[in-house]
């Protein structure tokens, strides 16, 4: 009863309460099914036309696509993708890690549309460190990967490589230099390791014995771990020194050596001795892949000119009008490969599928004393010739074997000896006598100032 009695604020009449059931509308169009029906109302088909409209006018306003190769190529190279031409005529991107392609591994070329294949296939880059990279031997290895498009990472402390033999790669954004030494880890990401760390003349490794065998030891196993930390393969350069003062000649592969385990050149002997057995344990305790080269006498252009090497001693003598010293009788005897015939045995080493050890050297064997006649021939035939006392534990022979590599590498060297020191005079020549210009200049000067 008191909500009767309400009045209703407005000023119109209560509205009458409804009461009872109320019908619901009737559908409008209704032959049609649910779905038209819906598409039909509160406008939405117009709206569905107006919007592909839209789209198709922006479709045919857009400006045309490149290229295929000027935008699709770059951007595959810039994240590491690479395209792989399949028979039938297309294209296939697939991801594949830097340096790892094969041989259907190609780039699009600039200007080539889908559907055509590219007349060539080019062989993907690799990235490879070189320890000892700015040294003799490595620097020589480092042009020719150069050469054949790898992006090098030269890792060296300078104790007897130059920059001076990799300065001319400065600037080429496939090239890297990093003064390190391989005694401490270093962390990198490489497809290949080529270990080639490690002073290997004598006047140089007797410098500092214990520092030697760290390096053939610490430094390899530094160079082991990062290579089997990224998966790549690594070759170890070793010596012919493991073979010591030989019972056996020529040396084979399968000579176990006669080494002195504790004379004064027993730092570099035993040092490479001792990588050589952990590679073997890497390849076999941690399925490495791993290559070993040892490397017989080697001479070319930037060897260091005061090293102790007997090739190296004998230009220098020659060129400076001074005595070619020979120690001992001069009848020891030893074989000289030229250093581009060593380079080519690396790399085939390296991308061959055997793991040594291998023979690499020249098996032309030539005397103290007929070395000295080649070098008279070249430089001075009135060079003098200095006779002195043998040095400790000196091979008295030493000649390689290479009949594996001839096998199984498809390698043996090309230049001769009468043939390469000539080069090697040429590159002498001018660091020796400008060497000479610069002391005479630097000592005029400072004789200038101390009489001022």
């Not at 009008?321 to 020891?332: A, I, M």
Request: proline letters at 6%.
């Amino acid at each position: 009863m008191a909500g009767s009695e309400l009045i209703y604020r407005g000023h119109e009449a209560a509205p009458a309460e409804t009461t009872g059931y109320s019908p619901k509308p009737s559908k409008r169009l209704p032959w049609l099914s649910r779905s038209a029906r819906y598409l039909l109302g509160e406008h939405r088909l117009l709206f569905a036309l107006v919007g592909m409209a839209l789209a198709s006018a922006l479709f045919l306003l857009a400006p045309p696509p490149r290229p295929a190769g000027s935008g699709a190529a770059a951007e595959a190279a810039r994240f590491g993708v690479v395209a792989i031409v399949v028979s039938g005529g297309g294209a296939l991107v697939s991801p594949h890690r830097s340096g790892m392609g094969g041989a259907g591994a190609v780039v699009m070329r600039p200007g080539s549309v889908g559907g055509k294949v590219p007349l060539g296939l080019r062989r993907k880059g690799l990235r490879i460190v070189v320890t000892g990279g700015a040294g003799f031997v490595g620097s020589h290895l480092v042009d020719r990967l150069m050469e054949r498009g790898d992006s090098v990472i030269v890792v060296d402390n300078f104790f007897t490589g130059r920059k001076e033999n990799v300065v001319h790669h400065f600037g080429n954004p496939n090239f890297e230099l990093i003064r390190h030494d391989v005694v401490e880890p270093i962390l990198l990401e490489v497809d290949q390791i080529y270990h080639l760390a490690c002073p290997a003349s004598p006047v140089h490794y007797k410098f500092n014995p214990v520092k030697t065998i760290k390096t053939n030891v610490v430094g390899t196993l530094n160079m082991l771990g990062l290579a089997k930390r990224v998966g790549a393969r690594f070759l170890l350069t070793s010596t012919s020194e493991v073979y010591g003062d030989p019972l056996q000649h020529p040396q084979v592969e399968t000579y176990w050596g006669n080494v002195n385990p504790i004379g004064v050149r027993s730092c570099y002997d035993e040092g490479k001795r001792t990588a050589e057995t952990l590679t073997m344990d890497y390849h076999r305790g941690a399925n490495l892949e791993v290559r070993i080269a040892r490397i017989f006498n080697t001479y070319g252009p930037r060897m260091c000119i005061d090293d102790g090497r007997v090739v190296s001693n004998f230009v220098a003598q020659a060129l400076r009008k001074e005595p070619l010293t020979v120690y001992g009788d001069g009848k020891q005897t030893r074989s000289f490969q030229y250093v581009s015939d060593l380079v080519e045995g690396l790399m085939r080493l390296m991308e061959g599928e055997h793991v040594g050890p291998f023979n690499l050297g020249n098996p032309g064997e030539f005397t103290m004393l007929e070395l000295a006649k080649v070098v008279q021939d070249t430089i001075d035939p009135n060079a003098r010739i200095e006779f002195r006392a043998n040095t400790e534990d000196d091979p008295h022979k030493r000649k390689p074997d290479i009949t594996r590599a001839k096998e199984l590498l498809g390698w043996e060297p090309k230049i001769s000896l009468r043939q390469g020191l000539p080069l090697m005079v040429s590159d002498f020549r001018k660091r020796v006598f400008g060497d000479h210009t610069d002391a005479a200049t630097t000592a005029s000067a400072s004789g200038g100032a101390g009489s001022s």
